[in-house]
């Protein structure tokens, strides 16, 4: 079985900075591309940011500039370093992977979510 355990969440003022973290655990044999969501009250789920195994990124357009995905293969772990904060990046954030599970195809997997409240 697979989770994804988000964390680093959490309230902050406008221009401030928060790094969010996202790790991966079970029986995984491989992870392919991982990302973040988020989803505003009332608004569709959409993509924020996502990587590749190898490290290629790609990013909504509202965020460039603004917030940097990275990961670690060897810790299993999805970063979003998120700067110059606005209140309308509030949000619920969520991370996905694709992940290959041994004896298994790759699947999508989320975690439960971890909240951005940007105060003005």
């Known amino acids: 079985q697979v989770q994804l355990v988000e964390s680093g969440g959490g309230l902050v003022q406008a221009g401030g900075s928060l790094r969010l973290s996202c790790a991966a655990s079970?029986?995984?044999?491989?992870?392919?591309?991982m990302g973040w969501y988020r989803q505003a009250p009332g608004k569709q789920r959409d993509l924020v940011a996502g990587i590749t195994s190898g490290g290629s990124t790609n990013y909504a357009d509202s965020v460039k500039g603004q917030f940097t995905i990275s990961r670690d293969n060897a810790k299993n772990t999805v970063y979003l370093q998120m700067n110059s904060l606005k209140p309308e990046d509030t949000a619920v954030y969520y991370c996905?992977?694709?992940?290959?599970?041994?004896?298994?195809?790759?699947?999508?997997?989320w975690g439960r979510g971890t909240q951005v409240t940007v105060s003005s």
């Open positions: 079970g029986t995984i044999f491989s992870i392919n591309a």
């Open positions: 996905n992977a694709n992940i290959k599970s041994w004896g298994s195809r790759p699947l999508d997997y």
